[in-house]
């Protein structure tokens, strides 16, 4: 099975790909964790994704498609798997489309995540990681023992850039000019399946199951 999770940041895409991934034997494919890598690398292309990922705007098309490219042309280029936060542009999605068809590779589903902008506000501004393994907490859901500091060694905590309540709204605002476009470009190929994802993981992941049925046996 091969399928793309759209979604605002936040909507739990990231979550519901690592559970999809464990449970049937997919590869997850994150474009966030592999431009966040690349920052604290300081490779070119982190120091050239940097300023755009702290400002909450999507990074340039083609620095995104070509870390894809990369991805899909290695010798372990993944068959079966879960794309999470790619593509973000029709740009980009027609840039996949060629990328696919090239390795003789086809789509079986694009789920679309929906959830309100003000939780997503809240899950994302709550969010904090431990600098040095990047073990994650929310202030709310998932809180550490003692507020700020992670459990095990007493490291403080910190919260990502893009993690910050300002940035998540720019990010909500650059996320809606330009799903709905990317929203139609999978519809009309008969691809897209939406799935409200509010409340607890597991519930979500049961829906999006749903709608995944009867792609199972399906060569994509």
Same mark, same amino acid.
């Given at each position: 099975m091969r399928l793309i999770l759209l979604g605002p940041p936040g909507s739990g895409k990231g979550t519901q790909a690592k559970l999809l991934c464990s449970r049937n034997h997919l590869v997850h494919i994150a474009t966030g964790d592999i431009l966040r890598r690349a920052i604290e690398e300081n490779t070119p292309a982190g120091a050239r994704a940097r300023p755009f990922m702290e400002a909450g705007k999507l990074v340039p098309d083609e620095l995104v498609n070509g870390v894809i490219a990369e991805r899909f042309a290695s010798a372990d280029r993944p068959t079966r798997f879960v794309m999470d936060g790619y593509p973000r542009s029709l740009v980009q999605a027609d840039t996949f489309d060629a990328l696919l068809d090239r390795h003789h590779l086809c789509l079986a589903a694009v789920v679309l995540l929906? $959830? !309100? !902008?003000? +939780?997503? $506000?809240?899950?994302?501004?709550?969010?904090?990681? @431990? *600098?040095? @393994?990047?073990? #994650?907490?929310? $202030? +709310?859901?998932? #809180? *550490?023992? $003692? *507020?700020g500091v992670y459990d095990l060694d007493g490291v403080r905590l910190e919260q990502r850039p893009d993690d910050r309540a300002e940035t998540v709204r720019a990010r909500l605002e650059v996320y809606r000019n330009n799903t709905a476009g990317l929203a139609r470009h999978y519809r009309d190929k008969g691809l897209l399946r939406e799935v409200f994802a509010s409340g607890d993981i597991e519930g979500v992941y049961q829906r999006i199951l749903e709608v995944l049925r009867g792609q199972a046996g399906s060569s994509c």
């Amino acid at each position: 099975m091969r399928l793309i999770l759209l979604g605002p940041p936040g909507s739990g895409k990231g979550t519901q790909a690592k559970l999809l991934c464990s449970r049937n034997h997919l590869v997850h494919i994150a474009t966030g964790d592999i431009l966040r890598r690349a920052i604290e690398e300081n490779t070119p292309a982190g120091a050239r994704a940097r300023p755009f990922m702290e400002a909450g705007k999507l990074v340039p098309d083609e620095l995104v498609n070509g870390v894809i490219a990369e991805r899909f042309a290695s010798a372990d280029r993944p068959t079966r798997f879960v794309m999470d936060g790619y593509p973000r542009s029709l740009v980009q999605a027609d840039t996949f489309d060629a990328l696919l068809d090239r390795h003789h590779l086809c789509l079986a589903a694009v789920v679309l995540l929906t $959830v !309100d !902008d003000e +939780e997503i $506000v809240r899950r994302v501004a709550g969010r904090w990681v @431990c *600098p040095r @393994c990047q073990t #994650p907490y929310h $202030v +709310e859901s998932n #809180p *550490p023992r $003692v *507020p700020g500091v992670y459990d095990l060694d007493g490291v403080r905590l910190e919260q990502r850039p893009d993690d910050r309540a300002e940035t998540v709204r720019a990010r909500l605002e650059v996320y809606r000019n330009n799903t709905a476009g990317l929203a139609r470009h999978y519809r009309d190929k008969g691809l897209l399946r939406e799935v409200f994802a509010s409340g607890d993981i597991e519930g979500v992941y049961q829906r999006i199951l749903e709608v995944l049925r009867g792609q199972a046996g399906s060569s994509c």
